[in-house]
């Protein structure tokens, strides 16, 4: 078995906002709801090798057509590099595999917040994260 060269040591909500579209025509087939995600990582001030990630997925009401729920999520996700990896590349998969990670946990919760909702469960659509568009590193 292959070690890992970045490892999840835990996540967190720091935020967490679900509102039912009380406007919502669950008969309206098409539309969708557009989802922004917005990230920041970095090394942790706090401990030596370690990498921390700030992922905020929310609802981008402008672009979203008919969507049946509002939602906005803040969640921090801290990550431990393997042993040796140098900085540069623990700063890009930190970039890269940390954001999809948190993603998808998300994408889980989201579906849990809504189940009880009006309009069932929500699935958030895959989200494609190119970090060449922040500017940032890729592996």
């Given amino acids: 078995m ?3 060269k970045f490892k999840l040591e835990r996540y967190f909500f720091t935020q967490q906002e679900v509102r039912a579209n009380p406007g919502h025509n669950p008969a309206v087939v098409g539309g969708g709801s557009s ?3 917005n990230f920041n990582a970095g090394p942790s001030p706090a401990k030596p090798n370690q990498h921390f990630i700030e992922v905020i997925v929310e609802l981008d009401e402008a672009n ?3 969507p049946p729920y509002f939602f906005m999520l803040a969640m921090f996700g801290i990550f431990n590099p393997a ?3 140098d900085e540069e590349e623990a700063k890009k998969l930190a970039f890269t595999i940390g954001p999809q ?3 998808g946990a998300a994408r ?3 579906a849990n917040m809504t189940a009880r909702g ?3 469960s929500f699935f958030m ?3 494609h994260i190119r970090p060449t568009e922040f500017g940032l590193p890729t592996l």
Avoid: A, R
């Fill in 125 to 127: 659509d895959i989200v």
């Fill in 101 to 103: 990670l948190l993603i």
């Fill in 2 to 4: 292959v070690s890992p």
């Fill in 64 to 66: 979203s057509e008919n």
């Fill in 83 to 85: 042993p040796g990896l």
């Fill in 108 to 110: 889980d919760y989201l």
């Fill in 118 to 120: 009006p309009w069932g």
């Fill in 35 to 37: 989802v922004e995600v």
